[in-house]
């Protein structure tokens, strides 16, 4: 082997992993918040229909939505916030990368790579709102007949 390869393969390597390794923090990170913003909105909407509490919704829930995807990582742990009164929710989750690859060099930090997300979803009152628009609209055209 020459110079040049004794240098160049082992570039290529870890280049290679290292493409690797951010693609799969880089769809963590994306299924992450969209998961996130599922569980917040699916709250939201409960706690519209029921007045449930969005913190156990979310936790019913939490299983069905993450499913099977984090392939290359671990298994989020999500928290779960209600503010303003619970009109508010907020999901934050976290997961970290379970490559072990390049642990020892100084391209990958020695801790992993953790990835958050978190998003927010308002309770809106979607329902009582088009309810109350439909009986004015009611009440307009039986007092203009």
């Given at each position: 082997m020459t110079v040049e390869a004794t240098l160049v393969v082992p570039m290529a390597v870890c280049v290679i992993t290292l493409l690797i390794l951010f693609s799969y923090y880089l769809y963590g990170?994306?299924?992450?918040?969209?998961?996130?913003?599922?569980?917040a909105f699916r709250?939201?909407?409960?706690?519209?229909?029921?007045?449930n509490n969005p913190e156990s919704t979310v936790l019913a829930k939490r299983d069905r939505v993450l499913g099977k995807k984090y392939f290359g990582s671990t298994?989020?742990?999500?928290?779960?916030?209600?503010?303003?009164?619970?009109?508010?929710?907020?999901?934050e989750a976290s997961a970290r990368i379970r490559a072990g690859a390049m642990g020892n060099y100084f391209l990958k930090p020695r801790s992993g790579w953790?990835?958050?997300?978190?998003?927010?979803?308002k309770c809106l009152g979607q329902v009582k709102?088009?309810?109350k628009m439909t009986r004015l609209k009611d009440i307009g055209q039986r007092v203009f007949d």
């Open positions: 990170r994306c299924i992450l918040s969209q998961d996130c913003y599922v569980l709250a939201s909407i409960d706690a519209d229909r029921y007045g298994k989020p742990v999500i928290h779960v916030e209600s503010r303003a009164s619970g009109k508010e929710i907020k999901v953790e990835f958050k997300a978190g998003q927010k979803a709102h088009i309810r």
